[in-house]
């Protein structure tokens, strides 16, 4: 197998944006490419639903088209909000087999066009159709999980809010995020109701964004050495635990074992964190905390960028915002600039970083891992 | 009330033909209606073409199955709380003792 490496990288900036799906794109692209033009051989594109959030159907030759790009072979990859982390899985099996040599990996969505009503039924496709057929949505499904979790390990409210807090400092930190600006825990718990216990400022944002990352199998300072990824039952119904989710468990075993790395060895990890309930599941899942124990880190600062595993830097979905096709990449894109000294304002020193990318209600994940080299 | 049981030991709520954990055919099966709340939440962002709020029980049937379904209202709404689920206007409501 061909080693698999990152050159370039670069995002938009995050948030409500005024330009069409493919001008984001093209921004990610532009951005990203830092000397002469790179030349590759393929395009992948990460997006989840471009069909109903912006009328576009055959992404994938649109955006080739778009960017002067026409000939190269593409391909649109959907995999609900893992589509960006699976555009790049695919990618990379691409330059491991030794088929191409350098590939573009872009992934973006555009939603903040629709009303949030219209929005929030796009995303409730997301789940079994008994499920959804009760009105449930994902953050209805979410707040099921938290009071469950709240029973089981006394997670208090107050707490929840500090995941908000401190993803939301990092985003002060991050010039692509959607938001910088600092909340405290009082604003998160005034915050409008969405589905209790779970407040407006529980809940990832609706945002427009891109990114855009080239593969290669020239040696660079930053090496892929790790992709799991793996499913789980479409129905919360069929789960056998509603505090801890296997799709993680399990892709984060495969990832661990294709990378000869425990948990233990991850420096710094972005984490879907849709709701504030998943920062304190996902890391629990990943194996740096025991179950229960993800809150205790949280309040702790442990995951702070001071802290011993610095979780989130770039501000997390909570604060960066949550194009969903695009939030796989653009954790890609953090932890790149995190192996190599770019963060700036929020970088932490790391030379082993880890990305978790949930698809659908934590049912189909990917977990990366990058290292210097 | 109706489940299907798979050869493999495992029971879902409602009917389903391929066994989610091993894919194997399954036998619908009738019960009692007894159910017990693991959790609950009350929606207030619902999807277009739903009135809020809904209120949303994930209950465990007696044969151990989980099932989604909603309640009437939140009063007494709490874990572990036991009642029936019942079948009116095409939807499962939970019904607590």
Partial sequence: ?373 | MKSSICKCGKIVALNRKLCPYCGKPMTTIEHENEAEVLTYTTLFTVPEGFNAPIFLVLVKLENGAKLLCESKNENNLRIGKKGRVIFENKKYYFVGK
């Fill in chain 1, 1 to 373: 197998m061909a080693g698999v490496y990152i050159s370039d990288i670069g995002m938009t900036k995050f948030g409500r944006r005024k330009e069409s799906l493919q001008n984001l794109m093209y921004e990610a692209y532009a951005n990203s490419i830092s000397g002469q033009e790179p030349q590759f051989d393929a395009v992948f594109v990460g997006c989840m639903n471009p069909d109903e959030f912006v009328g576009d159907s055959n992404l994938a030759t649109l955006i080739v088209d778009h960017l002067g790009l026409y000939q190269k072979p593409s391909v649109r990859i959907d995999n609900a909000p893992a589509s960006g982390s699976a555009a790049f899985e695919q990618a990379f099996f691409s330059v491991a087999s030794g088929h191409y040599k350098n590939v573009l990996v872009l992934a973006g969505e555009k939603m903040s066009n629709l009303p949030t009503t219209k929005t929030t039924r796009i995303l409730s496709k997301l789940i079994d159709k008994y499920e959804r057929s009760t009105g449930a949505t994902m953050p209805a499904l979410a707040a099921l999980v938290t009071r469950r979790y709240m029973h089981e390990y006394g997670l208090g409210r107050e707490e929840l809010a500090q995941a908000a807090v401190k993803n939301h400092h990092n985003g002060t930190l991050n010039p692509y995020a959607q938001f910088q600006k600092e909340i405290t825990v009082e604003e998160v718990l005034k915050s409008k109701m969405i589905s209790d216990p779970l407040r407006l400022y529980d809940c990832a944002s609706i945002s427009d964004g891109a990114c855009a990352v080239i593969l290669t199998s020239n040696k660079t300072d930053v090496k892929v050495t790790g992709i799991g990824h793996a499913t789980d039952f479409l129905s919360l119904q069929y789960r056998d635990s509603l505090t801890s989710f296997n799709a993680t468990k399990i892709a984060a075993k495969r990832a661990y074992e294709m990378a000869k790395k425990k948990p233990k060895d991850i420096d710094v990890a972005e984490v879907h964190d849709a709701f504030t309930i998943l920062e304190i599941v996902n890391p629990e899942d990943l194996g740096f905390y025991k179950p229960g124990e993800g809150v205790t880190a949280l309040i702790n600062g442990k995951t702070e960028l001071s802290g011993e595993l610095p979780i989130n830097t770039s501000g997390g979905l909570k604060a960066r915002g949550h194009p969903v096709g695009a939030t796989g990449l653009a954790q890609i894109c953090e932890i790149v600039w995190q192996l190599r000294g770019e963060a700036e304002k929020r970088q932490v020193k790391a030379n082993i970083g880890l990305c978790h990318n949930i698809g659908g209600f934590v049912n189909n994940n990917i977990v990366t891992i990058l290292e210097n080299c």
